[in-house]
């Protein structure tokens, strides 16, 4: 009798401990998710890639100015539709807010992309996201997806869809007070 409760005891005792354990590993790994991801609040996380010139651009290079992260696809309709409204809203939000596009060169052609960006007008820096890694670090399922980052490099709200120019003046009203 004290044999069986020896071992109920020492299995109930070890339950309790990987338990323990268990939420003690889960709590760290939330705490790390929290500082980067994708989700409001969380530092946007860092990438670099190369412009169609071959010019470096990590976003952790525009921290200290609000940033407007735009992923496009020059075969994306809602991607045309909005690019005017986002190059307007540029040059309005010039040295207030930084813009910053991400072309889908996975599923994109670099010529082709480089023409969409000529055809606009575009002078906004935009990079060429060759291999989707950064697209599917930020969880992009459709475009066009934009993300809206504060001066400290969190995140503020994500947009599916085009962006037009009454949307985007509502959203820069969250991060220049």
Not at 154 to 166: S, T
């Amino acid at each position: 009798m004290i044999q069986g409760w020896k071992r109920t005891l020492f299995l109930f005792g070890s339950l309790a401990v990987v338990l323990l354990i268990t939420c003690l590993l889960m709590v760290g790994t939330h705490e790390a998710q929290a500082d980067t991801g994708i989700k409001a609040g969380q530092i946007a996380p860092d990438f670099e890639l190369l412009d169609h010139q071959g010019n470096k651009h990590k976003l952790s290079d525009y921290r200290g100015k609000p940033v407007l992260l735009n992923f496009w696809a020059s075969w994306c309709t809602s991607c045309r539709m909005e690019m005017q409204d986002l190059v307007d809203s540029a040059i309005l939000y010039d040295n207030k807010v930084q813009f910053v596009g991400v072309n889908l060169a996975d599923q994109d052609s670099p010529t082709v992309s480089q023409a969409f960006l000529k055809k606009f007008r575009v002078e906004f820096p935009n990079v060429l996201d060759e291999q989707g890694k950064v697209a599917d670090q930020y969880q992009v399922l459709v475009v066009p997806t934009s993300f809206l980052i504060d001066r400290e490099g969190k995140i503020v709200q994500m947009v599916q869809g085009p962006l037009y120019n009454e949307e985007i003046d509502k959203l820069f009203q969250k991060v220049l007070n």
